[in-house]
């Protein structure tokens, strides 16, 4: 198991910008695939990103292609989330996650963080 912990949350206008960080403890965090998903009030857990162990392959939602980058650096046992061009519909609860398989289902996770709000104002 991994701990995972968030932040970087906040309020922001439409068409800005935010940077989310997760920080995970333990050695074996470049054996785990790192996502990123938001669940908004009353909506399921929506999967928003994944990278695989090195780094070299990224995965998104379809709904935030082009405008989110998520990026993890081994060394610092980090992944981070940029989000650009922030719109009203991204409001949600953003949570890190850490899984040993494949696939962008949550239920290939097996260790969540906390959760970081990220409110987007129209």
């Known amino acids: 198991q991994v701990q995972l912990v968030e932040s970087g949350g906040g309020l922001v206008q439409a068409g800005g910008s935010l940077r989310l960080s997760c920080a995970a403890s333990?050695?074996?965090?470049?054996?785990?695939?790192m996502g990123w998903f938001r669940q908004a009030p009353g909506k399921e857990r929506e999967f928003v990103a994944r990278?695989?162990?090195?780094?070299?392959?990224?995965y998104y939602g379809d709904s935030v292609k082009g405008r989110f980058t998520i990026s993890r650096g081994n060394s610092k046992n980090t992944v981070a989330l940029q989000m650009n061009s922030l719109k009203p519909e991204d409001t949600a609860v953003y949570f890190c996650a850490a899984g040993s398989g494949f696939g962008n289902d949550a239920s290939n996770f097996g260790s969540w963080g906390q959760g970081t709000q990220v409110t987007v104002s129209s």
């Open positions: 990278i695989n162990r090195s780094g070299g392959s990224t």
């Open positions: 333990g050695r074996t965090f470049s054996s785990y695939a």
